[in-house]
């Protein structure tokens, strides 16, 4: 199941998550089917770019609704996150994706 962040996200992040779930059928992370059944995903969108030309501006569309409507009813998830208790934080944290936790890790430099 995708997050909702995702559709905030712009068109190649989303692009390349999308690949990465859809290649899963074909195996699991690190394992040569999968990594394989990836690659060859990557170099069709590559080799094929001018047809997910139109993908892109459609999603860049719908993007751009998407975090109106949001910025409409804001929620502060900062706040409310601050004010759980720690095994509440410890549960939230675990239901982000690796790749979520990750990447954020890598933004805030706790990892290289």
Do not use: C, Q
């Not at 094929?48 to 501006?57: A, L, N, Q, T, V």
């Not at 409507?69 to 939230?92: A, C, H, Q, S």
Request: aromatic content about 10%; overall charge negative.
């Amino acid at each position: 199941m995708f997050n909702e962040k995702l559709f905030e996200e712009d068109f190649g992040e989303a692009l390349a998550v999308l690949l990465h779930e859809w290649n899963h059928i074909y195996g699991y992370d690190g394992s040569r089917s999968f990594s394989d059944a990836l690659t060859d995903s990557m170099v069709s969108i590559i080799n094929k770019r001018e047809i997910i030309d139109k993908y892109e501006d459609n999603w860049n569309k719908k993007r751009e609704i998407i975090l109106k409507e949001r910025e409409k009813t804001p929620v502060n998830y900062i706040d409310i996150f601050m004010n759980l208790e720690k095994e509440d934080m410890k549960k939230v944290v675990l239901e982000l994706s690796k790749h979520e936790l990750r990447r954020k890790m890598l933004d805030l430099g706790y990892v290289e």
